[in-house]
């Protein structure tokens, strides 16, 4: 029996975890512990622990697939490929548009903005950051000029009060969480608000209901308390900051008393009182972030403010200290990194600025796309349904908008309106099964390459089997269909180290960055030299703006786009759990996670479940201005009075049948995080 293992990183969040995969005879038989993972020591989540269970799955893509009269039909490699290249050849480059993926590699990432930009010479390209931390990555760059997480994930351990505000971070981020529990026995004080008591809430010494939707005044109640008693870090602000004035003139104003605050949030102001004093009074105090803070249609508000308070407290630049957005997917931050986002390139250089187009269009040696900013992933949905002609074909790379999109039934009829198609993936998904060209492609342990993680650590994939059946590697599926569009000397590589090395060439913050180097713990960017040993942690000295200075942002609180009323008369967030992963592809095939969680639910508070006369366990009708969906009520006490929340991972009820396409007008998120709904008894007819 041939029995080897292989380390490499886990496909699933990007905190980054290390593991063994176990392969037998050339097939991926489970997942070991590596205990010399640098950023988990060995501890995995249980996703981390089965991820290899779908990596086999029957259900496997293993041919290419092409849609004629209405059904699939098995295509050879070169069918396929001759169609994809004939039908982008007949459209115009503003046409097409391509979605990258936040699950693949770097090298990945690379190729796909560059195929985008160098072969469909087209600006229209995007992936899922879009739904994530878009507005982090805008909000965090006007503050700071940096919109990453400021800090490592170990130096949360030395924090000795951690704000936690819109991450369920034990759920979403297991691994992370464990800096939080180092953190809290060496006594650090946690506070978690969340309109929801999570398996986080469980860990926090103050824990803060909430209802959706009212970050900001929360945020600004806060450091109105801060100011008035004087615990602002005068020394920070003077040397490192700029436009405090501006932030106290509305920060004071009575709407932001903790009386008014307490009123408009639902948080008592003696809970206020004391998340502020521990805030401003502790050593050193950290913020951590996610998808509470940032999916609103005033997500970039949001995170201004969590920089606001964390400037206001003198927590930047320093050990335990920082802003912290827990990025999602394993390789989001990377696919960011890499310039699958319409306005830059690598290493975020402005698509806009003449001299990095010119960069880029001598580095590639061939013309590419115009120099102005295409469209991101939900606009791309609103031009297709609203502007039908517009935009023609579609490439879409490990991403399923079919379940994944806020207003399924707007994202269906967008998609209905292409003319043309592609979905690469590893599973026939809900996006796939409406496309005209479906490419199947390789899962993590079956391809070679790297990712960077929340912490902006780049870390190795390993290869430990060959993709099934006729499957291939996405980098190289990209490769060929280039060569097939006469542009093979421009994806002339022989492997995915030769493609890391075109992207050091032409990303500064990731220039002294080898293959070589990333062995045995992955490197922080900016890392700008070959001898530089990466950067951990970001604005010691001074901030990535081009005065050095931080940006105080005055913010007044709006309101969510859609809020209750008689109708629709309470509030419906969403999200996740820990044992799924988004649309479920591969986690609903990895029988150790989908028998802990095999139905979807709505959550409801025991107060409103009376009013309506529901009971645990029943069905009920949920429904928003955008549709509805039949699914079985959780009553239950830990969300608060008011809210009700669905986990969007299961397609039998899609929580985005309901959600609302409202966006943040800087970001373009959508607002997953609050819209209004109502839930009815279903009586029998
Ligand atoms: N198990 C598992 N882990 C994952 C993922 C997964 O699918 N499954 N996905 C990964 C990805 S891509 C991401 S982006 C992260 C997301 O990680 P998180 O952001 O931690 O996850 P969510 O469940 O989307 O939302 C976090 C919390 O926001 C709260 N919330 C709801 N409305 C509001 C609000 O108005 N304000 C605030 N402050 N909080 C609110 C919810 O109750 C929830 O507890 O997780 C990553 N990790
Ligand atoms: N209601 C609601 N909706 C949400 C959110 C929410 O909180 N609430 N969160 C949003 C967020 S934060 C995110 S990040 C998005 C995620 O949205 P998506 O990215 O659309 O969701 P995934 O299920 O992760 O889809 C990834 C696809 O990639 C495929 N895949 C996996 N590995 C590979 C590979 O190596 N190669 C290829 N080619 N394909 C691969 C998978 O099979 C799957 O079809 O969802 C968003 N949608
Ligand atoms: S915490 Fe995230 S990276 Fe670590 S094992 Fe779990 S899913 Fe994988
Ligand atoms: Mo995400």
Not at 435 to 443: G, H, Q
């Given at each position: 029996?041939?029995?080897?293992?292989?380390?490499?990183?886990?496909?699933?969040?990007?905190?980054?975890?290390?593991?063994?995969?176990?392969?037998?005879n050339?097939?991926?038989?489970?997942?070991?512990?590596w205990?010399?993972?640098?950023?988990?020591?060995?501890?995995?989540?249980?996703?981390g622990?089965y991820?290899h269970?779908?990596?086999?799955?029957?259900?496997?893509?293993?041919?290419?697939?092409?849609?004629?009269?209405?059904?699939f039909?098995?295509?050879?490699?070169?069918?396929?490929?001759?169609?994809?290249?004939g039908?982008?050849?007949?459209?115009?480059?503003?046409?097409?548009?391509?979605?990258?993926?936040?699950?693949?590699?770097?090298e990945?990432?690379?190729?796909?903005q560059?195929?985008?930009?160098?072969?469909?010479?087209?600006?229209h390209?995007?992936?899922?950051?879009?739904?994530?931390?878009?507005?982090t990555?805008?909000?965090?760059?006007?503050?700071?000029?940096?919109?990453?997480?400021?800090?490592?994930?170990?130096?949360i351990?030395?924090?000795?009060?951690?704000?936690?505000?819109?991450?369920n971070?034990?759920e979403?981020h297991?691994?992370?969480?464990?800096?939080?529990?180092?953190?809290?026995?060496?006594?650090?004080?946690?506070?978690?608000?969340?309109?929801?008591?999570?398996?986080?809430?469980?860990?926090?010494?103050?824990?803060?209901?909430?209802?959706?939707?009212?970050?900001?005044?929360?945020?600004?109640?806060?450091?109105?308390?801060?100011?008035?008693?004087?615990?602002?870090?005068?020394?920070?602000?003077?040397?490192?900051?700029?436009?405090?004035?501006?932030?106290?003139?509305?920060v004071?104003?009575d709407?932001?008393?903790?009386?008014?605050?307490?009123?408009?949030?639902?948080i008592?102001?003696?809970?206020?009182?004391?998340?502020?004093e521990?805030?401003?009074?502790?050593e050193?105090?950290?913020?951590?972030?996610?998808?509470?803070?940032?999916?609103?249609t005033?997500?970039?508000?949001?995170?201004?403010s969590?920089?606001?308070?964390?400037?206001?407290?003198?927590?930047?630049?320093?050990?335990?200290?920082?802003?912290?957005?827990?990025?999602g997917?394993?390789?989001?931050q990377?696919?960011?990194?890499?310039?699958?986002?319409?306005?830059?390139?690598?290493?975020?250089q402005?698509v806009?600025?003449e001299?990095?187009?010119?960069?880029?269009?001598s580095?590639?040696?061939?013309?590419?796309?115009?120099?102005?900013?295409?469209?991101?992933?939900?606009?791309?949905?609103?031009?297709?349904?609203?502007?039908p002609?517009k935009?023609?074909?579609?490439?879409?790379?490990?991403?399923?908008?079919?379940?994944?999109?806020?207003?399924?039934t707007?994202?269906?009829?967008?998609?209905?309106?292409?003319?043309f198609?592609?979905?690469?993936?590893?599973?026939?998904?809900?996006t796939?099964e409406?496309?005209?060209?479906?490419?199947?492609?390789?899962?993590?342990?079956?391809?070679?390459?790297?990712q960077?993680?929340?912490?902006?650590?780049?870390?190795?994939?390993?290869?430990?089997?060959?993709p099934?059946?006729?499957?291939k590697?996405?980098?190289k599926?990209?490769?060929?269909l280039?060569?097939r569009?006469?542009?093979?000397?421009?994806?002339?590589?022989?492997?995915?180290?030769?493609?890391?090395?075109?992207?050091?060439a032409?990303t500064?913050s990731y220039h002294?960055?080898?293959y070589?180097?990333?062995d045995?713990?992955?490197?922080?960017w900016?890392?700008?030299t070959?001898?530089?040993?990466?950067?951990?942690?970001?604005?010691t000295e001074?901030?990535?703006?081009?005065?050095?200075?931080?940006?105080?942002?005055?913010?007044?609180?709006?309101?969510?786009?859609?809020?209750?009323?008689?109708?629709?008369?309470?509030?419906?967030?969403?999200?996740?759990?820990?044992?799924?992963?988004?649309?479920?592809?591969?986690t609903?095939?990895?029988?150790?996670?989908?028998?802990?969680?095999?139905?979807?639910w709505?959550?409801?508070?025991?107060g409103?479940a009376?009013?309506?006369?529901?009971?645990?366990?029943?069905v009920?009708?949920?429904?928003?201005?955008?549709g509805?969906?039949?699914?079985?009520?959780?009553?239950?006490?830990e969300?608060?009075?008011?809210?009700?929340?669905?986990?969007?991972?299961?397609?039998?009820?899609?929580?985005?049948?309901l959600?609302?396409?409202?966006?943040?007008p800087?970001?373009?998120?959508?607002?997953?995080?609050?819209?209004?709904?109502?839930?009815?008894?279903?009586t029998e007819?």
């Amino acid at each position: 029996m041939d029995l080897k293992y292989v380390s490499t990183t886990c496909p699933y969040c990007g905190t980054g975890c290390g593991f063994n995969l176990v392969v037998r005879n050339g097939r991926v038989v489970d997942v070991a512990h590596w205990q010399r993972a640098p950023v988990n020591g060995g501890k995995l989540c249980p996703k981390g622990r089965y991820a290899h269970e779908f990596v086999n799955s029957p259900d496997r893509l293993t041919k290419p697939l092409i849609r004629k009269d209405g059904k699939f039909e098995e295509a050879t490699w070169d069918e396929a490929y001759d169609l994809i290249a004939g039908k982008f050849r007949s459209y115009k480059p503003e046409e097409m548009a391509c979605l990258s993926s936040a699950r693949v590699s770097n090298e990945e990432n690379y190729l796909m903005q560059k195929f985008a930009r160098a072969v469909l010479k087209t600006p229209h390209i995007d992936h899922c950051a879009r739904l994530c931390h878009a507005s982090t990555v805008a909000g965090l760059a006007i503050v700071f000029g940096s919109g990453a997480m400021t800090n490592s994930i170990k130096d949360i351990g030395d924090a000795n009060c951690i704000f936690i505000i819109g991450s369920n971070t034990f759920e979403q981020h297991p691994l992370i969480g464990r800096s939080i529990v180092r953190a809290k026995e060496k006594g650090a004080k946690v506070i978690y608000a969340d309109p929801r008591y999570t398996a986080t809430g469980k860990q926090a010494d103050l824990y803060m209901p909430f209802v959706s939707g009212t970050d900001v005044a929360i945020f600004n109640g806060l450091m109105q308390e801060i100011i008035r008693n004087g615990w602002e870090d005068t020394e920070f602000i003077e040397k490192r900051t700029k436009d405090f004035e501006k932030l106290k003139e509305v920060v004071m104003k009575d709407d932001y008393s903790l009386e008014n605050v307490s009123k408009v949030s639902g948080i008592p102001a003696e809970s206020l009182k004391t998340a502020a004093e521990w805030i401003a009074k502790a050593e050193v105090a950290t913020l951590i972030y996610s998808m509470g803070i940032t999916q609103h249609t005033v997500g970039v508000d949001n995170v201004k403010s969590t920089a606001n308070l964390m400037m206001l407290t003198g927590n930047m630049g320093k050990r335990g200290g920082g802003v912290n957005p827990l990025r999602g997917q394993n390789n989001v931050q990377g696919a960011c990194d890499m310039g699958c986002l319409p306005n830059v390139y690598t290493g975020y250089q402005k698509v806009t600025e003449e001299a990095a187009q010119q960069k880029f269009a001598s580095a590639w040696c061939c013309g590419i796309a115009e120099g102005r900013v295409g469209y991101t992933v939900t606009e791309m949905i609103n031009v297709l349904a609203d502007e039908p002609g517009k935009l023609k074909a579609m490439y879409i790379m490990g991403e399923n908008p079919m379940l994944s999109d806020p207003d399924l039934t707007h994202v269906e009829h967008a998609i209905e309106n292409l003319e043309f198609l592609v979905v690469q993936d590893i599973f026939m998904s809900e996006t796939a099964e409406m496309a005209d060209v479906v490419l199947p492609a390789s899962c993590y342990a079956e391809k070679d390459g790297t990712q960077t993680n929340t912490e902006r650590r780049v870390q190795r994939f390993r290869k430990a089997q060959e993709p099934p059946g006729e499957a291939k590697e996405d980098w190289k599926i990209i490769c060929e269909l280039a060569a097939r569009m006469d542009m093979g000397d421009q994806f002339a590589f022989a492997n995915p180290e030769e493609v890391f090395t075109e992207i050091a060439a032409v990303t500064p913050s990731y220039h002294g960055m080898s293959y070589a180097r990333l062995d045995p713990d992955g490197l922080h960017w900016p890392c700008p030299t070959e001898d530089h040993p990466g950067t951990p942690i970001l604005h010691t000295e001074k901030f990535a703006t081009p005065d050095g200075l931080g940006i105080f942002s005055p913010i007044e609180w709006k309101p969510p786009a859609e809020i209750p009323d008689e109708e629709y008369p309470l509030v419906l967030t969403t999200g996740r759990i820990l044992w799924h992963w988004h649309t479920g592809t591969m986690t609903r095939r990895s029988w150790d996670l989908e028998k802990e969680a095999p139905i979807g639910w709505i959550e409801i508070n025991p107060g409103d479940a009376q009013d309506l006369g529901i009971k645990d366990g029943e069905v009920v009708k949920a429904s928003t201005r955008r549709g509805s969906i039949e699914i079985p009520a959780k009553v239950t006490a830990e969300i608060k009075k008011g809210v009700t929340f669905i986990p969007f991972h299961y397609k039998e009820h899609p929580a985005n049948a309901l959600t609302n396409n409202a966006l943040d007008p800087v970001a373009k998120i959508p607002e997953y995080k609050a819209c209004a709904i109502k839930v009815e008894k279903i009586t029998e007819a």
